[in-house]
């Protein structure tokens, strides 16, 4: 037998692939997240008022979205509710860290696979970014800063942000501070499409050399958007089957009985399954619930992405392609977002302490988030944190048994596996310091 | 970037256990391009192994497993300049499950997994095993602290405190009889926190942040440490000073104001100081750090 080690790279955080295979059967792949700082136990008797300054150091790719779901768990355990210009605020934000975060995973870690580099600062040294007569480096970190600047903005600053607070947010955003704004995404948005257009050429490039999209049986997909103008500020949780159907929706306090967790011995993540069934979260379990982004350069990408791979959509090559129609729509969204008045009105409502039990749900750009808190006495007495890459653990691991079974042969192992256990985890783009936390 | 990049002088991240803040803050920065060759930083680069001819290397995150030892032992050998980023890779940061010991017990027993790297008891700081240059605080450091530590660590100055970037008006009439809270719906955005009766710790903490968070309303948490003032003393020294702050400028009973100096939040702060929680390390001189 022969045990194979992938270390992984152009991820965020620590983990390694595993696969054993004998007499070119493949047996095994593990997906490893080797890291764990504990903050589930370390943030007992925490002030609950304290969790959305504490939990967003969990990750500082993700932090936004664990700022706000805190906030929305505090503020579930307190019965108070947020005005909606609030809710407009955390939108934005929320919105802010979907830019940086799906350019990070286009153009930071997953464009250099298209092109056979090591790194984005390669890039414009390829044949492939000759063409595109652009350096695509600094453009693809120009559109990347874009995300961060937007949080900034409504997060106070760009990696843990403050802004959001319990019962609102701290303050609104100055028409001025708006139309500042306004005008970089302007600017920038013909870039990102640019951006997109080249890498989605590079893709098409890649599957006529490798020969496949990442073909894997359908599955069943989770996301807490809608159908219509996805919304990442989410309330509810919904669960399509493989051929497309919603087969479920619930409230975040539901997930316990709609989703089952198991830990395994070669990992410090757990994994999610629904019913049994492996199930897939992040940009095209979105893609493919969602029938109108009502924005119109997002649709008219979206309308090529469903002719050329149907709805759903299965094939793991996907998740990028949909990553950057969801850059594009997210640019889209936020100006009209800006364009409303977010300097006048209620920001915040006052709230009394209570004990009890809470659950704030967003949709971050791996999938649903959930943070569950228990206060006793005004402190955390209980605390989990459900991570949308755990969801995605079962569906990674059988894609990656596909990829090996493709060059897993008796006699010969075709390096090209290395390239393609890359490709797979990328396509996933998991979050290890979240997974484990 | 440009096809004389080769020659550009190496520079590497080593990713211990954290949260990735540190790097994206570092990405952020963009004048460092054309001025060094990023040879090693497993987010963005597939490299898998440190190259020997790097002239700066940047440590980020702490010491939670024993890979993260070994790893680091093992890349300072390659290196003149080591430069440790952020609060976890000088403290142990938010993830050394503060000093409760009880707490590290529960965890360790939950969390062991026989073939993955071995779980430390907690969270250690990257001098307790290997010799800093310079030490560049803050949960992240902002990008510009960044390119002052790469650029130009001896010509950059960072304020001396938070309070000097802040823009919050102290006043000597405004006297808060209890600490406040976390309720901030009747924050006045022109004056002091502290006159507000918020627990802000700006007023020791090491500026060069420019004050984003007390700026948007939120009291200084320390992220940033202690100020030149305190960073060679010891903690119980800075917990005098600051009682002595809070009752220049408030009517708060040092009780209330000891019991929320000990709160989750200010672990950051607190931290690191060399000898808080046991630590016994040796002392950091300001002159090496940013």
């Known amino acids: ?437 | 970037m440009e096809s004389d990049l080769k020659k550009l002088p190496k520079f590497a991240v080593l990713q211990l256990s954290g949260c990735a803040g540190c790097e994206v803050s570092l990405l952020n920065a963009s004048e460092w391009y054309d001025k060094y060759d990023l040879v090693y930083m497993p987010l963005v680069v597939s490299t898998h192994r440190i190259p020997d001819d790097i002239e700066v290397l940047l440590i980020s995150g702490g010491v939670r497993n024993d890979e993260d030892a070994y790893n680091l032992q093992r890349a300072v050998k390659l290196v003149d300049r080591v430069i440790a980023v952020g609060t976890c890779a000088i403290s142990g940061g938010v993830t050394n499950l503060g000093d409760r010991d009880d707490v590290r017990e529960i965890f360790l027993s939950q969390a062991r997994r026989a073939h993955l790297p071995r779980l430390l008891n907690k969270t250690h700081p990257v001098d307790a095993y290997v010799d800093i240059d310079l030490y560049l605080p803050g949960c992240p450091p902002t990008p510009e602290l960044f390119m002052g530590a790469l650029l130009d660590p001896q010509g950059f100055k960072a304020a001396s405190i938070v309070c000097a970037e802040c823009g919050r008006r102290k006043l000597n009439d405004m006297k808060p009889e209890h600490i406040t809270g976390f309720q901030i719906a009747d924050q006045d955005p022109t004056i002091c926190l502290v006159n507000q009766g918020f627990l802000c710790v700006g007023t020791s903490t090491r500026g060069g942040c420019r004050a984003p968070c007390t700026r948007a309303g939120h009291p200084c948490v320390g992220c940033r440490g202690p100020s030149n003032a305190f960073i060679e003393k010891e903690s119980t020294v800075w917990m005098e000073n600051i009682q002595r702050v809070f009752e220049r400028m408030t009517n708060i009973p040092p009780a209330e104001l000891n019991e929320a100096l000990r709160s989750p939040q200010l672990s950051m702060f607190l931290f690191q100081f060399s000898d808080y929680a046991g630590g016994h390390r040796r002392i950091r001189s300001k002159d090496k750090v940013l």
Not at chain 1, 41 to 66: D, K, L, W, Y
Not at chain 1, 128 to 144: D, G, N, T
Not at chain 1, 199 to 217: F, L, N
Not at chain 1, 230 to 253: A, Q, W
């Open chain 1, 1 to 437: 037998m022969t045990t194979l080690t992938f270390p992984l790279s152009r991820i965020e955080g620590h983990a390694r692939v595993v696969m054993e295979e004998e007499n070119g059967k493949l047996l095994t792949a593990q997906f490893q997240a080797v890291e764990l700082r504990g903050f589930r136990n370390f943030v007992v008797g925490t002030p609950a008022e304290q969790m959305p300054v504490i939990v967003p150091r969990i990750c500082g790719v993700c932090s936004t979205a664990h700022h706000v779901a805190s906030v929305k768990a505090v503020e579930k355990v307190f019965e108070v509710t947020p005005p909606p210009l609030a809710c407009q605020i955390r939108e934005i934000l929320l919105l802010g860290q979907l830019i940086q975060n799906q350019a990070t995973s286009l153009f930071i870690f997953t464009m250099p696979d298209r092109v056979g580099v090591e790194s984005l600062f390669d890039m414009d040294e390829s044949e492939a970014a000759r063409k595109a007569q652009f350096s695509i480096a600094q453009q693809a970190l120009r559109v990347r800063k874009l995300g961060t600047d937007i949080i900034s903005l409504a997060g106070g600053q760009f990696i843990h942000p403050v802004k959001a607070h319990i019962g609102g947010v701290t303050g609104g955003i100055s028409r001025e501070a708006a139309d500042k704004m306004l005008e970089d995404l302007r600017r920038m948005l013909p870039v990102a499409c640019e951006l997109f257009n080249a890498y989605w050429d590079m893709s098409v490039a890649m599957k006529e050399r490798i020969g496949t999209w990442g073909d894997d049986e359908p599955t069943y997909y989770i996301s807490s958007t809608m159908s219509l103008k996805p919304k990442l500020n989410s309330g509810h949780m919904r669960v399509l089957s493989p051929d497309g159907e919603e087969k479920e929706h619930f409230t975040p306090e539901e997930f316990e009985k709609r989703l089952e967790f198991t830990q395994t011995e070669y990992s410090y993540a757990g994994q999610t399954s629904y019913q049994g069934h492996i199930l897939r979260a992040n940009s095209l379990a979105r893609i493919n619930i969602t029938s109108a982004f009502q924005t119109p350069l997002a649709d008219s990408y979206l309308e090529r992405f469903r002719a050329s791979f149907g709805s759903p959509a299965h094939a793991i090559l996907c998740f990028d392609l949909c990553r950057g129609i969801e850059l594009v729509y997210a640019i889209e969204r936020v100006m009209e977002l800006l364009a409303d008045n977010l300097e006048h009105g209620e920001t915040e409502v006052g709230y009394t302490p209570r004990d009890g039990i809470g659950y704030g749900l967003v949709e971050a750009p791996r999938g649903p988030l959930i943070h569950r808190y228990v206060v006793e006495n005004g402190l955390i007495t209980d605390a989990q944190f459900i991570i949308p890459t755990v969801h995605n653990m079962k569906a990674i691991e059988r894609a990656l048994m596909v990829a090996g079974n493709r060059y897993i042969h008796p006699g010969t192992i075709n390096l090209e596996l290395e390239k393609a256990v890359g490709r797979v985890v990328r396509a996933f783009d998991p979050c290890i310091s979240c997974a484990t936390q």
